[in-house]
Structures are given as structure tokens and as C-alpha cells.
């Protein structure tokens, strides 16, 4: 059984920053790479960024290139999503994601899923 963990969240004036976490447990051994995601109100799901777990391969979404940052620790199992210069349209459920082979990564369909952690950014 896999469990991810999200922690972080919270509510901030636009311009200030936060940083997720996302602690990996059970199999983590089996993981490809790990992600985020976020749902705004209103909206659909959409992809945030992702890191593969060894070579640290990254990729982001346009919306948030430039200023979020996702990293991550091999002996910790866990992934990091520090989110800098917020704007009010980067309110959402932000939601850590894990991907346990490269198809699942390259077709952006995670297999694990964590439960969320709330994001809010005031003008």
C-alpha cells in the first residue's frame, strides 16, 4: 500500500510564498517520479510540476514556470513544492501525486494520489 502525505498549505497575501511537502510511504521503492497537482474552485484538476525520482528530471506547467520549484529527497521519500511570487489565481487543492513506471509519467497518469492540502493567496 502506498501513502502520500501532503503538508504546507495554507493562506497567504499575493506575492508571498509557501512550500509543500509530501511524505511517500509503503512502496516507495516502486516509484518512477512524483508530482503535483492542484483543483481550483470551479475547475478541473491540472498538473503542477513533476520530478522523476533518480534522474531529477523536472517539468512544470507554463502557468507556473519561473516561479515554483519542485525538488525532492531519495532517503526521506519525499517531495518538496516551494511556491514563490503567489498570485490569487494559484488558489487551489494542491495535491501530491507519484507515478510508479515511466509510462505512467510520460502520459501523465499518476497512480498514487495524497488528499490534498489548501492553498489560498489573497490580493
Known amino acids: 500500500q502506498v501513502q502520500l502525505v501532503e503538508s504546507g498549505g495554507g493562506s497567504v497575501q499575493a506575492g508571498g510564498s509557501l512550500r509543500l511537502s509530501c511524505a511517500a510511504s509503503?512502496?516507495?521503492?516502486?516509484?518512477?517520479?512524483m508530482g503535483w497537482f492542484r483543483r481550483a474552485p470551479g475547475k478541473e484538476r491540472e498538473f503542477v510540476a513533476a520530478?522523476?525520482?533518480?534522474?531529477?528530471?523536472?517539468n512544470y506547467a507554463d502557468s507556473v514556470k519561473g516561479r515554483f520549484t519542485i525538488s525532492r529527497d531519495n532517503a526521506e521519500n519525499t517531495v518538496w513544492l516551494q511556491m514563490n511570487s503567489l498570485k490569487p489565481e494559484d488558489t487551489a487543492v494542491y495535491y501530491c501525486?507519484?507515478?510508479?513506471?515511466?509510462?505512467?509519467?510520460?502520459?501523465?497518469?499518476?497512480?498514487?494520489w495524497g488528499q490534498g492540502t489548501q492553498v489560498t493567496v489573497s490580493p
Open positions: 501525486a507519484a507515478y510508479n513506471q515511466a509510462y505512467a509519467y510520460y502520459n501523465n497518469m499518476p497512480n498514487y
Open positions: 520530478i522523476t525520482w533518480y534522474a531529477r528530471s523536472t
Open positions: 509503503g512502496r516507495t521503492f516502486s516509484y518512477y517520479a
